[in-house]
């Protein structure tokens, strides 16, 4: 009985997550503004939910500060964006060529003002109060860092990247189907554990039965809706769907990994309650936020082999 509530909870709050990214996700394939918007507000909210956490072990962690600073780093790669392209984003006709240029352009911006600021800040800090500070100003730049990672991806695919709102589709469905295959495939199948010191009710059969969903999905998306119009024959497009699948799952299992740990060490079950039956927005965006950076890696890779 309580098993069912509790996949009743957490099915109903996934029905409302999933409208709620479809109504900021669709528009973006004409206005890519409108997903970076709910982008940024997910990176904020996440940012503050994990330095809240990290403060319970290192009080001068600062979450309003960090999670500032994660938008305003990840809005950076903006700089790097071609001024006509900032509306409409780049046109599907485009020459595929342009994402070796652009992509790699916006992403470079976001990572000259990480190397830059955040060493900077740091030392700032610390040339204030001391080098006991160190631990906890470490803490703040690994949030930083891997919540603004996905804002300069998603910004890095929607301004220079061919067909990059169909990537950043894939990516997110990526996320949804390799965690819920893995969920309901640990469910009925897990026994072995996976990682009992990170995340001890993840298992091998979860894993597997994620890596097994996503390469359905590639299979079915890839070849179709970017395959085609990259000019990619069926056969390489298969096979490019099956590597790619299982990279992408292992990249949404990573992502799951990384949160497990950082909610291990700070002794909590979940960053918040923000999405009852999920717990908060890093529980359910954690692989999500791995699997951005993820996917404008595998569309930089399949533009050169093309």
């Not at 600073?69 to 485009?94: M, Y």
């Not at 359910?284 to 082999?305: E, G, K, N, Q, Y």
């Amino acid at each position: 009985m309580e098993l069912s509530k509790e996949l009743t909870t957490r099915m109903l709050t996934a029905i409302i997550y999933g409208a709620v990214m479809i109504i900021f996700i669709v528009p973006g394939r004409w206005v890519p503004m409108i997903p970076l918007i709910l982008i940024a507000v997910v990176a904020f909210l996440s940012a503050f939910e994990k330095a809240q956490a990290i403060r319970l072990r290192q009080s001068e962690v600062r979450p309003l500060f960090v999670a500032i600073a994660t938008v305003l780093l990840g809005l950076f790669s903006l700089l790097g964006v071609l001024k006509e392209t900032l509306l409409r984003g780049l046109a599907s006709t485009i020459d595929p060529s342009v994402n070796t240029v652009v992509a790699p352009r916006i992403f470079g911006y976001y990572a000259l003002f990480a190397l830059f600021i955040l060493p900077i800040v740091s030392l700032f800090r610390m040339w204030k109060k001391g080098s006991d500070l160190l631990p906890d100003t470490v803490g703040e730049s690994f949030i930083i860092l891997s919540s603004s990672i996905p804002i300069a991806s998603s910004i890095a695919l929607f301004y220079g990247v061919r067909l990059g709102w169909e990537w950043f589709v894939l990516a997110i469905l990526t996320s949804w189907v390799s965690d819920s295959f893995s969920y309901f495939a640990g469910r009925l199948f897990g026994r072995l554990r996976f990682s009992p010191q990170l995340s001890p009710k993840k298992t091998w059969e979860g894993t597997v039965g994620g890596v097994v969903g996503t390469i359905l999905l590639f299979l079915l998306y890839f070849p179709l809706v970017i395959g085609r119009p990259s000019g990619y024959n069926s056969g390489a497009s298969i096979a490019f769907s099956i590597i790619a699948a299982v990279i992408m799952s292992l990249c949404a299992t990573f992502g799951d990994l990384i949160n497990s740990a950082i909610k291990r060490w700070c002794k909590i079950k979940d960053f918040g309650s923000l999405l009852p039956g999920h717990g908060g927005i890093s529980d359910r965006f954690d692989s999500i936020f791995t699997t951005l950076p993820a996917i404008l890696l595998l569309a930089l890779f399949a533009s050169v082999v093309m």
